[in-house]
């Protein structure tokens, strides 16, 4: 999973020994589970010593919880971007949602098994890094939310929808419709999805 931004040198270096590490666990925890995935298997599968592993991460369990914040926040910088792109083109707010989703579907179908793993946490209460994976959950909502504010607050929106319960379910929907694409409608292209979503943030599933 690339980084948004490098530093030179040894920053430099020791971001690209981190995305390896991460691209190794976010697999193979996908693969065979959080339990059972060893820290030599992710040093092994990164091509680095078990020493480097631990040069990086205290520990496995603070592995996976950088591993979460630096997925879930290329996810909302890509989010974040759509919506401005669309504001820098002059176009509306719905505009905006329709550009998330569509950047949305291209994280998911870059990063699948990162998505899988953050989707299946999502519902487990248990983890140590439950609060930091609400955190950065919220974060990525957020985005969708002041989209949405944005909205009600020009009319393009009712005053009367539910902001935080709306930008979740559209983040929700993008998240199931995506995997759910990719494991059982493999066929269908990006585009097939997000056009598919489009109608549906746009009210035009009625025939009218």
Same mark, same amino acid.
């Given at each position: ?42 040093? @092994?599968?990164?091509? *680095? ?15 996976? +919880? +950088?591993?979460?914040?630096? %997925? *879930? ?24 949602? #329709? ?6 579907? &291209? ?13 299946? +946490? ?21 985005? *969708? /939310? #002041?989209?949405? $504010? /944005? ?8 005053? @009367?929808? #539910? &902001? ?6 559209? *983040? %929700? ?13 493999? @066929? $269908?292209?990006? #585009?097939? &999805? ?8 746009? %009210? ?5």
């Amino acid at each position: 999973m690339e980084s948004s931004s490098t530093t030179s040198g040894g920053g430099t270096r020791r971001e690209a020994t981190r995305q390896k590490l991460y691209e190794a666990a976010v697999t193979l925890i996908a693969e065979q589970g959080f339990s059972a995935t060893t820290v030599d298997e992710i040093a @092994e599968r990164a091509g *680095v010593a078990k020493g480097t592993v631990y040069y990086n991460f205290a520990s496995k369990s603070v592995l996976f +919880e +950088e591993l979460l914040r630096h %997925g *879930v926040g290329l996810l909302t910088a890509s989010l974040r971007e759509a919506a401005e792109k669309t504001a820098r083109d002059g176009g509306s707010k719905v505009d905006a949602l #329709d550009a998330m989703i569509r950047a949305g579907l &291209v994280f998911i179908d870059r990063y699948p098994a990162f998505t899988q793993l953050y989707v299946a +946490e999502l519902w487990r209460t248990n983890r140590a890094w439950q609060s930091t994976l609400m955190v950065v959950r919220q974060q990525a909502v957020a985005v *969708v /939310e #002041d989209v949405l $504010r /944005e909205g009600v607050h020009n009319g393009e929106f009712s005053d @009367e929808i #539910d &902001v935080p319960l709306t930008a979740s379910a559209l *983040v %929700g929907m993008v998240l199931v419709a995506a995997l759910d694409w990719q494991s059982f409608q493999p @066929e $269908r292209s990006l #585009d097939d &999805v997000h056009a598919a979503l489009s109608r549906l943030l746009q %009210g035009r599933v009625s025939g009218r």
